[in-house]
């Protein structure tokens, strides 16, 4: 089973920037796409943006971080980032990594990392 675990989240203040890095414990590539999802208090849990693993890496984003996130992948090193400019206190949840597994197995998910933007 491959472990993902979450770190970089914080305290910022609004207008400010974290990145959260995912760590997997073995190949990503056993993934078809990774993501970021988050998780505010009272709310569901919802997708923040989402790379294939293979091809070119393309990408989707929620629309309330276009332009602000950015999502990336180093092979190499097993990880995924989100680069997380121009926080706004709304962006304030705990963060998720979400490995998507292939062939209708279950998804595998990180133990989250708390963010929290101050106004």
């Known amino acids: 089973q491959v472990q993902l675990v979450e770190s970089g989240g914080g305290l910022v203040q609004a207008g400010g920037s974290l990145r959260l890095s995912c760590a997997a414990s073995g190949s990503i590539f056993s993934f078809r796409a990774m993501g970021w999802y988050r998780q505010a208090p009272g709310k569901q849990r919802e997708l923040v943006a989402r790379i294939s693993i293979g091809g070119s890496g393309s990408t989707n984003y929620a629309d309330s971080v276009r332009g602000r996130f950015t999502i990336s992948r180093d092979v190499a090193k097993n990880t995924v980032y989100l680069q997380m400019n121009s926080l706004v206190p709304e962006d304030t949840a705990i963060y998720y990594c979400?490995?998507?597994?292939?062939?209708?197995?279950?998804?595998?998910w990180g133990q989250g990392t708390q963010v929290t933007v101050s106004s």
């Open positions: 979400n490995g998507d597994r292939p062939n209708m197995l279950p998804d595998y």
